[in-house]
């Protein structure tokens, strides 16, 4: 059985950091791409950054480029999202999301992701 747990949300000041994890358990995570998207109150879901299953290579989105890294833990099967110089626009409901494949299309679709975690609320506020 597929699942996807995230943690470590909650509130932290403008330019402070904070990491998410992914737990995944149910498939092998090498196999799949892993993605973390977000979605603020009116908006729609928006693809943040997303990590391959096979060659590990990355994408993230404009807005968070050079600030959040994605990364994974073959072992532990945990996917994290370090985020830093935080901002208040990246308040949102985060998910992390298996992809049906191991690579991904560019921007990543929503609909190509499978499975999906209960997501974790990140507010960046002072």
């Known amino acids: 059985q597929v699942r996807l747990v995230e943690s470590g949300g909650g509130l932290v000041q403008p330019g402070g950091s904070m990491r998410l994890s992914c737990a995944a358990s149910?498939?092998?995570?090498?196999?799949?791409?892993i993605g973390w998207f977000r979605q603020a109150p009116g908006n729609e879901r928006e693809g943040v950054s997303v990590?391959?299953?096979?060659?590990?290579?990355?994408y993230y989105t404009d807005s968070v480029k050079g600030r959040f890294t994605i990364s994974r833990d073959s072992i532990k099967n945990i996917v994290y999202l370090q985020m830093n110089s935080l901002k208040p626009e990246d308040t949102a409901v985060y998910y992390c999301?298996?992809?049906?494949?191991?690579?991904?299309?560019?921007?990543?679709?929503?609909?190509?992701?499978?499975?999906w975690g209960q997501g974790t609320q990140v507010t960046v506020s002072s």
């Open positions: 990590i391959a299953g096979s060659d590990g290579s990355t």
């Open positions: 999301a298996k992809h049906q494949d191991s690579y991904f299309r560019v921007p990543p679709v929503v609909d190509d992701f499978d499975y």
């Open positions: 149910g498939f092998t995570l090498d196999y799949y791409a």
